[in-house]
């Protein structure tokens, strides 16, 4: 996998107001990449009669330079209490991604420049949770690890939150570019989760990210730097050798990381899909094998008013103890946080 390089930067006037801003449309200037500065509100000078799949694609591509409004941080519950606003999009294409809807018809990257203003608005919210301790979540609306080679906004945030007594830092990736985070000095503040699938689902499903060994590869890294480290095994599919191919995942992880699991956590999720996802999924990407079959799925009514098509109950509980036996085969002392 190579470093994410975008086709176009987008770098709105306000944004240049600020030291990272300034410094990224230096770099992306002098470079070969075509960068156009806009207003700070209004559109993007993009030719907009064009289909929806050749939007999509060319926003994957886009890089945008923004100032995050502080108004205030969105809450993410369970997983943390609060999002931190760093990055919104991603670079990869896979199909099942929930960014897909979330993010619209224009998926860009958009990465915030006013780093140093968002890490002083979650000292705010540290301070008002006092003396509890605050977790802050980095990857709610994004993989923000493809953008940190241009603006090492997660090596800054990593680096707040080893100071700080009462707040702490996650984020999930399909990426691999860990190395700056392996000289810094964490304080295991930070948690890094890798979400992994089986070879069949990344071949199939996870266009443009690093492959299996590459990310555990990654993952071996930042556990041996101390970093509390993480994975989620997701979204869990079922096909014809799944039980083999996910009983081989949960091995390499082991012996990668030589660790019968001390100190990692799992998570794990099966495929789930909504009726608005797949018309999008089914436009963007189109042929693709994604299981979405309703017949062969179970309707069940989401937290938020819309419903999902999740695998039956039968076949869930034939995963999840699937899932439990191997993992006490292979990694008894990991802590299993969900399963879905
Ligand atoms: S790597 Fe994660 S955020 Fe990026 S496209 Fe894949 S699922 Fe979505």
Known sequence: MKTFIPDNVIIRENALDYPLGEKLYNTFNESEVRTRVVSARGP?????????KKKYHRAK??????????????????????????????????HYCYLSTNLGKNPYIKVYVNIEEILEKAQDYIEERKPENTI?????????????????????????????????????????????????????????????NSKYSIKKFEPDTPGLEDR?????????????????????????DWEQEYEELVKKIGKSLNTRGQGLSLELITHR????????????????????????????????????????????????????????????????????
């Open 136 to 196: 802050f979540e980095g990857a709610a609306t994004s993989d923000p690890l493809p953008p940190e080679k241009w603006t090492g906004s997660l090596s800054r945030t990593i680096e707040f939150f080893s100071r700080n007594q009462l707040g702490s830092f996650r984020f999930v990736t399909k990426f691999t570019e860990v190395d700056p985070f392996l000289k810094l000095d964490h304080k295991q503040k930070t948690e890094i989760r890798f979400s992994l």
């Open 273 to 340: 899909f909504t009726a608005r996802a797949k018309n999008i999924i089914e436009e963007v990407y189109p042929g693709t094998e994604l299981p979405m079959n309703e017949e062969e799925r179970q309707f069940k009514y989401g937290q938020f008013g819309y419903g999902k098509y999740v695998y039956p109950k039968e076949t869930m509980h034939k995963i999840k103890s699937f899932m439990e036996k191997i993992i006490n085969s292979y990694l008894p002392r990991a802590e299993t946080k969900y399963f879905v």
């Open 61 to 94: 591509k886009t890089l945008v330079l923004s100032v995050r409004t502080l108004s205030k941080f969105q809450t993410c519950k369970p997983s943390a209490h609060y999002q931190l606003p760093l990055v919104s999009g991603c670079p990869g294409h896979c």
């Open 44 to 52: 993007f000078p993009f030719d907009n009669n064009v289909s929806f």
């Open 216 to 240: 555990i590869g990654a993952a071996a890294k930042t556990y041996n730097a101390g970093y509390k480290t993480g994975f989620l095994i997701a979204p869990i599919f079922i096909y014809e």
